[in-house]
Structure formats: structure tokens, C-alpha cells
């Protein structure tokens, strides 16, 4: 009776392991942002009013929790500089999700019908840009899209202009660099996905009819929608939050969330407002995950 006890223990642990994750990493620093957004600033150390003090008693805890409002929640709503910053950075989302799909779904479906040997270095291929540092390639297309960079200088030297083309600070940059760098978290889901994929059912279709365009369309993108999904979410979600690229990358005039939560928190020195903000973009965020979370939950059900 005593080996099921031995094997069932770290079953167990495994299973509360991704649990105990949650709430130690996520949960508790989340409660933390959560009630300092419902705070109020001061300029004091830390900077916002009231900071729970444990040794101060019961009382006083009471008191600080009736402190606490939603005024900052109410401030993003009525003011257009966060609901322009939320609006422009799905708006950024979104088309850099579509841009992704667009170019990563033939690259890993050219990848999904290479030969078995050549696979592995094609997936090689698309990770080889994660070994050279986030920051050194984003100042890298610094150095290309300047007034004197490479990309000018070439297209001067083929006559495709006749003058530099300013392409740092604007939108176009912006697109750029996002595409170059979340390309390999769109291409590599889908790969995954395609190169599961059965060749008999395209063999299948073309027996019955089917041209090869009309085979795609019926069986293999349909069958490849989990994988868009996936490769939709993760360049979706951390596009959102994008401080980086943008701030390097576009120009001023108009702000994504990453950007406004950094100038709240670190120029304004408003933690409560910023908090709101984040909390706000998280609660934005939960929806395409729920989403994502509920369709998987049917394909499981249905097979």
C-alpha cells in the first residue's frame, strides 16, 4: 500500500506546481498594482496614500481600505489621452497581427513542405535573430532607416529617389521593426501546426477534383486555424503593450499604453493613475486569452 503514496506525491506536486506560479507571480504582484490603483498620489515615499502599515492595527488597516476609490479608473474614461493611447496601441495590435499572418503563413507553410532534413534548418533560420540582443536590433534598423543609413543610400544608388526619404519617427518605421521582430513568434505555431498536417487529405482532395488553391482553401487552412490562433496571440498580446519599439522607432505625436504607462510612472511619478492604466490593459488583454481558451476547450470536446 505504500508505492501508490510514493508515486501519487509528486503527481500532486506537479499538479499544484503551475498553481502555486500563478499566485505567487502573477496573483500577488496583481493585488499589489490593483490597490495602488485605487489610491491616490502624494508626494511622499512610496508615492501614493495609503500604504498598508500591518503593525499599525486592525483600526488602522480599516481605514485604509475605506481610502481607497476608483477615481483613477474614472480619469482614463474621461480623459481622450489614455482612450487615444488604448484605441492606438489595438489599433498598432492589430494591423501588426494582420501583417504578421500575412507574411508568416506562406513562409511556414514553405517551411511545413521542405524535405524532412532541411526543416530543422529552416526553424534554425527563423531563430537565429533571438541570439543577438532585442535592444541591439532595434538600434540596428536605427541605423539602417536614418537620413544617411543603408536603406537610403541604396536607394539612392539604384535612382529609386532622388532625395533621402525620412523614415525614422513615423508609423512606417514603427511596422517595420514590430514585424521584424515578433515575425519568428508567428511563423513558428504555424509551422508547428502545418507540418502536422496529413498529405494524404491533399491527395484525397485533388482525387476528388480539387485544384490546389481550392484544396488550401478547404483543407489545409481550415485545418491550420489553430495554429493562426496561437501565432495571432502571441504577437497580438505583447504588441499592445510595446514600449520599446515605438518609442525608438515612431514618432511622438501620438502614444501606444506602453509608452503613456512609462512617462506615469517614471516622469509623472503618478503610480496610482499608471496602475489603473495597467490594470485596465491587462483586463483588455484577459478577453482574446478567454477567447482562445473557449474554442480549444470545443475542439477538445468535439474530438
Not at 514553405?110 to 526553424?123: D, E, K
Not at 544617411?148 to 513615423?170: C, F, K, Y
Not at 485545418?223 to 514600449?243: D, R, T
Amino acid at each position: 500500500m505504500s508505492a501508490p503514496s510514493i508515486f501519487t506525491r509528486p503527481a500532486r506536486l506537479a499538479v499544484i506546481a503551475p498553481y502555486l506560479w500563478m499566485a505567487l507571480f502573477f496573483l500577488v504582484p496583481f493585488a499589489f498594482v490593483l490597490k495602488i490603483s485605487m489610491s491616490q498620489t502624494a508626494i511622499a515615499q512610496p508615492p501614493y496614500t495609503p500604504v498598508f502599515d500591518l503593525t499599525a492595527g486592525w483600526e488602522a488597516i480599516k481605514a485604509a481600505f475605506a481610502a481607497l476609490s476608483a477615481d483613477n479608473f474614472r480619469l482614463l474614461v474621461s480623459d481622450d489621452l489614455y482612450v487615444l493611447s488604448y484605441l492606438r496601441s489595438l489599433v498598432v495590435a492589430s494591423v501588426s497581427t494582420a501583417i504578421l499572418l500575412a507574411i508568416g503563413y506562406p513562409i511556414a507553410y514553405g517551411m511545413a513542405r521542405l524535405p524532412r532534413r532541411w526543416q530543422s534548418v529552416a526553424v534554425m533560420l527563423v531563430i537565429v535573430p533571438f541570439w543577438t540582443s532585442f535592444l541591439i536590433r532595434i538600434y540596428a534598423w536605427i541605423n539602417i532607416l536614418q537620413h544617411d543609413g543603408l536603406l537610403n543610400q541604396v536607394l539612392l544608388a539604384l535612382h529609386l529617389v532622388s532625395a533621402p526619404v525620412v523614415w525614422l519617427s513615423t508609423d512606417s518605421a514603427m511596422y517595420l521593426g514590430i514585424v521584424y521582430s515578433y515575425l519568428p513568434f508567428m511563423i513558428l505555431p504555424l509551422y508547428a501546426t502545418l507540418a502536422k498536417l496529413d498529405p494524404a487529405l491533399l491527395e484525397a482532395a485533388s482525387d476528388l477534383g480539387s485544384s490546389p488553391a481550392r484544396a488550401f482553401w478547404l483543407v489545409t487552412f481550415p485545418l491550420s486555424l489553430p495554429g493562426v490562433a496561437a501565432g495571432a496571440l502571441l504577437c497580438f498580446i505583447p504588441i499592445v503593450g510595446e514600449f520599446v519599439i515605438p518609442d525608438l522607432l515612431a514618432g511622438s505625436d501620438s502614444l501606444m499604453i506602453g509608452q503613456t504607462l512609462w512617462l506615469e510612472f517614471f516622469t509623472n511619478k503618478d503610480w496610482p493613475v499608471a496602475s489603473a492604466a495597467a490594470v485596465v490593459l491587462l483586463l483588455l488583454l484577459l478577453a482574446p486569452l478567454l477567447l482562445y481558451d473557449r474554442l480549444q476547450r470545443r475542439q477538445l470536446e468535439a474530438r
